[in-house]
């Protein structure tokens, strides 16, 4: 008798532990990247749907997991894009269109951060006080980020020779430290890593795109197409998120400056109203951005970074975003005044 109960709660377990793994197999995951910097907190809408737990509130409607991941920069989420190891990810523009000229296999489907200010800091006591200054300056910038639309327009603009500045590619979190402790002469880089260190002193603030919208940077969201294709249900479950972080951002800006600027600074800075403006916020791909990214595709083909002529509009695909906008909007979801 004891043997035959032993043998039928064996059974039980093993069948308890089938389970599990059959569970565990069927359950899906959405990876969620972001180019913020690895280790560092998402910014823009995709941070306040974040702090907010609206990704996860979705996500759990459909069954459901989210993981997050962040990385160095747009060229490594590319990367993860290519080993389909990212469904969604908030991108740079630049390696956002070069991502798009690659063809690998993304779409751009939404709108991260629509206007990111870009800055020049530079260092204290530089001598830097008009464009031609920076002739022989040292110029911390990470090419191929979004940095670059701001520094390829200035020196054109300006008719700055390139072989005669000296750029220093690094990543902007280390050319902000190294700007301040003077081992480059000028950082570029968003406004949301340079002006902090400008209003506190420890550097100069030269030059920003704040009054120069065009000249702005975008974050841009990119998806897999493949995984978009087989998986509408969570592509719906991502916007729904997306635009209730945009009605937050509109209905209470100053709440949430600390996650649109990544957590870089606190709600009640005097940075947030400068670098974020909640009217300008959208979910959407609209025309004017598709514009900005094309502008700065021809920048890039012009200095030689990029081949050919390329039409930035036909990888776009605001479907996902339309889906999601009606679907709220009808159960009385208030999106704006």
């Known amino acids: 008798m004891k043997k035959i109960r032993l043998l039928a709660l064996t059974g039980i377990l093993i069948t308890l532990a089938s389970a599990q793994v059959f569970s565990k197999a069927k359950e899906k995951k959405i990876r969620i990247g972001s180019a913020n910097g690895e280790g560092r907190p998402f910014n823009g809408l995709s941070g306040v749907a974040i702090e907010k737990g609206f990704f996860e509130e979705e996500f759990k409607k459909i069954g459901w997991k989210v993981e997050y991941v962040t990385f160095s920069n747009g060229i490594v989420v590319n990367e993860a894009f290519l080993s389909n190891e990212l469904d969604f990810a ?3 523009d630049v390696p956002g269109v070069t991502g798009f000229r690659n063809n690998i296999g993304v779409v751009w489907v939404g709108t991260n951060v629509p206007v990111q200010p870009l800055s020049f800091a530079a260092r204290n006591g530089s001598g830097i006080k008009k464009p031609e200054d920076l002739i022989g300056k040292s110029i911390g910038l990470n090419l191929g980020t979004n940095g670059q639309f701001l520094f390829e327009n200035y020196i054109k603009e300006h008719k700055l020779p390139r072989d005669k500045l000296n750029v220093v590619n ?3 979190a280390n050319s902000q430290a190294a700007v301040v402790t003077g081992d480059i002469d000028l950082a570029v880089g ?5 002006l902090p260190i400008t209003q506190n002193g420890d550097a100069e603030d030269f030059y920003n795109t704040t009054k120069r919208p065009e000249w702005s940077a975008q974050t841009i969201v990119t998806a897999r197409k493949k995984f978009l294709k087989e998986n509408p249900e969570a592509a719906n479950a991502f916007f729904r998120a997306l635009i209730r972080a945009n009605a937050e951002v509109h209905f209470h800006p100053e709440e949430n400056y600390h996650a649109l600027s990544g957590k870089r600074f606190p ?3 005097s940075l947030g109203p400068l670098l974020y403006n909640a009217n300008e916020y959208t979910a959407e791909v609209k025309a004017e951005l598709v514009s900005r990214l094309q502008n700065l595709h021809d920048i890039l083909r012009d200095i030689g970074r990029v081949k050919g002529n390329y039409n930035v509009a ?7 975003y339309k889906k999601a906008l009606k679907e709220l909007k009808a159960e009385g979801y208030k999106m704006s005044d």
């Open 314 to 320: 036909k990888d776009v695909d605001n479907s996902y």
């Open 90 to 92: 908030a991108i740079g």
């Open 267 to 269: 709600n009640d800075s």
């Open 170 to 172: 690094i990543t902007t």
């Open 190 to 194: 968003t406004s949301a890593n340079l």
